[in-house]
Structures are given as C-alpha cells and as structure tokens.
C-alpha cells in the first residue's frame, strides 16, 4: 500500500515532466547556540567577572555588618527581659550597647567621650528619621538620675528598645 503523501507525489511526476528533474532540497546545518567565537567568550567572562564582584561585595558586606547584626539581637534579650530589671539597669544596658555599636562604625575618639545631651544629638543626627526617635533617646539621661526619682513606665522602655534596634539596623557610616 502507498500511503497518500507518497501516491501524490508519484502523480504529480506523472502529470508534470518537468518536477520530476528537481533536485531534493538542501536544508542548512542547524545552527549552535554555543560561543564559538572569541566575542562569545569575552561576553561570558565579563559577566562572570561581575558575578562574582556582586558576590564579593555582598559577602563584604555581610561581614562587615555583623557588629550591627550582634547589637540588634543583644538588644532583643534586654527587650524580653524588661519586665524583670530595674528601669535604669536597663538604660545602662541599652547605652552600653549603642555605645559598643558607634565605636564599631565611628572611631574611638569621635563616639567614648559623648554623653548627655551630646550623645543623644549624636545618635539623631545618624539615624535618617531622627526626629521620630528624639523623644525615645530622651531617657538615655535618666541612667544618671538614681533609682526611685522618676518612674520610668515600661512602655517608655520598650520604645527606647524599639527606637536603639532601628537605630542600630539603620545608621549611617
């Protein structure tokens, strides 16, 4: 049996002389989509070049803001813990750890020396949204005043925690 693709196409040769002295078609090679050329491996090495410059500088910068990573999660603990510590040790922790943490992004001299009202313009002015967290590092003064003077509410605290945990993620260098 002929199938019917083949049948016509005996009967188009029978009916028209002059197909049956075509040649069959030559198809091209398919084409390779691999670099074959220099240009291809030019382009290829420029882009691994800059994946990996993006990968250095990533890994860059994740190392070198561990010391903000560390102060968040220390700050987490004094957070939970806030129930249990007196208003001023908590201050105390909470000043301690900011300090650590600007000494870590500025130098020695700029940050150890500040306090009072120095040190909390000091934290305002390198927090992008300073204003929002002026009223929460008011009460780094009350780690001097002794315990007992003022009642400090914990709600108070726990917004100075909030507002040292932005400060910390957030502060430019």
């Given at each position: 049996?002929?199938?019917?693709?083949?049948?016509?196409?005996?009967?188009?040769?029978?009916?028209?002389p002059?197909?049956?002295?075509?040649?069959?078609?030559?198809?091209?090679?398919?084409?390779?989509?691999?670099?074959?050329?220099?240009?291809?491996?030019?382009?290829?090495?420029?882009?691994?070049?800059?994946?990996?410059?993006?990968?250095?500088?990533?890994?860059?910068k994740?190392?070198?803001?561990?010391?903000?990573?560390?102060?968040?999660?220390?700050?987490?603990?004094?957070?939970?813990?806030?129930?249990?510590?007196?208003?001023?040790?908590?201050?105390?922790?909470?000043?301690?750890?900011?300090?650590?943490?600007?000494?870590?992004?500025?130098?020695?001299?700029?940050?150890?020396?500040?306090?009072?009202?120095?040190?909390?313009?000091?934290?305002?002015?390198?927090?992008?949204?300073?204003?929002?967290?002026?009223a929460?590092?008011?009460?780094?003064?009350?780690?001097?005043?002794?315990?007992?003077?003022?009642?400090?509410?914990?709600?108070?605290?726990?917004?100075?925690?909030?507002?040292?945990?932005?400060?910390?993620?957030?502060?430019?260098?």
């Amino acid at each position: 049996m002929i199938s019917d693709s083949l049948k016509t196409a005996v009967d188009t040769l029978i009916f028209n002389p002059k197909l049956s002295k075509l040649k069959p078609i030559i198809l091209p090679e398919p084409i390779k989509f691999e670099p074959v050329t220099l240009g291809w491996y030019i382009v290829l090495g420029i882009i691994v070049f800059i994946l990996l410059y993006l990968l250095v500088n990533i890994i860059r910068k994740y190392k070198l803001n561990a010391y903000r990573r560390f102060a968040a999660n220390e700050l987490l603990k004094i957070k939970s813990r806030t129930e249990k510590n007196a208003a001023r040790a908590v201050i105390q922790q909470v000043s301690t750890i900011l300090k650590i943490t600007a000494i870590n992004s500025y130098s020695r001299e700029k940050t150890a020396k500040l306090y009072g009202k120095d040190w909390q313009e000091f934290l305002i002015s390198r927090m992008p949204s300073g204003a929002k967290i002026q009223a929460a590092f008011a009460l780094l003064n009350e780690q001097y005043i002794p315990d007992g003077k003022k009642h400090i509410s914990p709600n108070e605290l726990q917004e100075l925690i909030d507002a040292s945990i932005k400060w910390v993620r957030r502060h430019r260098v």
